[in-house]
């Protein structure tokens, strides 16, 4: 979780300047939902970005992307390490049960719940971790 006294201010939408909400950053670009659900569909240009050398969130494999959510509610972000395969599973919402479980067990140690975080969110995944809306098969 980023520390309580960052400042986070409220960025456009990199691909359509829409600036209504905190939105998600992926590797340091914030797109909205209209722009990310176009990202899984492969519309536009590609993600592209270097990766870190940091460990997945999911998996521990090495190389990662940073993504960055604001919880429902909350000014405070989530700061989450995905490697390229499991940063494309979050966004095409389309991560396996194990993978979502990995996850919710970190949130849930953060006091957060899965529900709460935009991209596991409740309306996509059902309590197994199963994805009911993919948004696209990959
Ligand atoms: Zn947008
Ligand atoms: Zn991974």
Known sequence: ???ADSIFPKIPCC???DHSRFWDRIAGKTYCPNCLEGLAMGEG???VAKTDRRHCA???HLGTVRYVTFPLNSRRP???ELCPEHLRAIVARRLGPHAFEQLRRQLESLGLEAAEVFLLH???YDEQGRAL???VEW
Do not use: G, I, T
Request: proline share 10%.
């Open 15 to 17: 691909r359509c300047a």
């Open 133 to 135: 809306q993919p948004a």
């Open 58 to 60: 999911v998996c521990h």
């Open 122 to 124: 409740e309306a996509f």
């Open 45 to 47: 240009d590609p993600l």
């Open 78 to 80: 989530v700061e989450v």
């Open 1 to 3: 979780m980023a520390s």
